[in-house]
C-alpha cells in the first residue's frame, strides 16, 4: 500500500507539474484560487490544521473573520504552489522584476566581508522564489531539506533547487558540520526553521502558546561567528516582499545550549512579528504547539 501510496503522490505531484505550466497564466491563477475556495469549503485535516494554527495567531477573531482568513491563506499556499511549478520557465529578468527586498545589506554586508551569513526564515511567502532572487545576484545559498518520500519525489525538489542554483543538503546528522564548514568559506546559509517538535528542537513561547523550533540556527552562528538574521518572505501583488532583520546578537554568557536558547527565542519573537501582520502568507498546515 505505501509503494501504491507513493506512486500516486509522484504522480498526482509531475501531473501537476507538467499541467500547471503549459495553462494560459491568468487562467492558472485563477483556477488555483477557486480551487483553494473548495479546500475551504471541504474544511479537510489540512485546512483544519492551517484554521487552528490561524487562530493560535489572532484568538480574538470570530468563525467568520477565521474562515475569510483560512480562505486567504489557502490561495497563498495554492498561489506558491503554481509559481513553484512554473517558476523554472521564467526568466531571470522576471525572477529579479518580481522581488522587493527591505534592508538588504544585512545579508550583503557579512558575504562581502568573507564571514558568511545564516539567514532563518519561517514556511511563509515563497521562499524558492527568494532563493532564486539571491543566486541571481551572486549569493548562491545552501539550504537543507528534509527526505520526502517517495524517493523520486524527493529527487524531483532536489532537482528543481539545485537547477535554480541552491546547493541542497539532506536533513541528518553531519549536515551541521558541513553547514559550519559552508560559513567558514564565507557562504550564504538559508534555513526555514519555524518547526522542529523533535526532541532537539528548542523550547520557545509563540504566540501565546510553547513549541519548539530548531537549534541549528543559533548553534551555527556561536560556533561559527557568522551573524544570524532573520527573514520573512510576503506575497505582493506582482511578486514577493523581503524584509531582514538584524543580527541575533550571541550572549556573552552561558553555555551553548543557554545561548542557542536565548538567541532562538529572539528568532521564534521575530517570527511571530512578521506572522501576525502576513498570516494569510504562512503556510503551515501541521502541527506546531505543543501545548
Not at 506512486?7 to 505550466?21: C, E, H, Q
Not at 550583503?108 to 511563509?124: F, N, S, T, Y
Not at 535554480?164 to 564548514?181: F, K, N, Q, S, T
Not at 560559513?183 to 517538535?197: C, E, F, N, T, Y
Request: hydrophobic letters at 40%.
Amino acid at each position: 500500500m505505501n509503494r501504491i501510496n507513493g506512486f500516486l503522490t509522484y504522480w498526482g505531484y509531475s501531473a501537476a507539474w507538467k499541467i500547471v505550466r503549459t495553462l494560459p497564466e491568468r487562467f492558472t491563477y485563477r483556477s488555483a484560487e477557486k480551487f483553494a475556495d473548495r479546500l475551504v469549503k471541504k474544511n479537510g485535516v489540512g485546512i483544519t490544521r492551517l484554521r487552528n494554527n490561524y487562530q493560535r495567531v489572532h484568538p480574538y477573531l470570530n468563525s467568520e473573520e477565521l474562515s475569510e482568513l483560512a480562505k486567504l491563506g489557502a490561495r497563498s499556499y495554492l498561489r506558491y504552489w503554481v509559481d513553484t511549478f512554473r517558476s523554472p520557465f521564467w526568466s531571470t529578468e522576471r525572477t529579479l522584476a518580481t522581488v522587493v527586498v527591505e534592508h538588504e545589506e544585512l545579508l550583503r554586508d557579512p558575504l562581502k566581508e568573507g564571514r558568511g551569513c545564516i539567514v532563518a526564515l519561517p514556511h511563509a511567502g515563497n521562499w524558492d522564489h527568494a532563493g532564486a532572487y539571491f543566486c541571481a545576484t551572486g549569493a548562491p545559498l545552501v539550504t537543507v531539506a528534509e527526505h520526502l518520500k517517495p524517493e523520486k519525489l524527493f529527487q524531483k525538489f532536489l532537482r528543481h533547487r539545485e537547477a535554480i542554483g541552491m546547493e541542497v543538503l539532506a536533513l541528518d546528522a553531519r549536515v551541521i558540520g558541513v553547514l559550519a564548514a559552508r560559513l567558514r568559506k564565507g557562504r550564504l546559509v538559508a534555513l526555514v526553521a519555524d518547526r522542529d517538535l523533535s526532541e532537539s528542537g528548542i523550547p520557545v513561547e509563540f504566540c501565546g502558546g510553547k513549541t519548539r523550533m530548531p537549534a541549528g540556527p543559533a548553534i551555527l552562528s556561536i560556533q561559527t561567528g557568522a551573524p544570524l538574521i532573520t527573514a520573512f518572505v510576503s506575497y505582493s501583488p506582482t511578486g514577493i516582499h523581503i524584509t531582514f532583520a538584524p543580527e541575533i546578537a550571541v550572549p556573552a554568557e552561558g553555555s551553548v545550549s543557554e545561548k542557542a536558547a536565548v538567541m532562538t527565542q529572539e528568532m521564534a519573537t521575530r517570527f511571530e512579528i512578521g506572522i501576525k501582520s502576513k498570516t494569510e502568507d504562512w503556510h503551515m498546515l501541521q502541527k506546531v504547539w505543543v501545548d
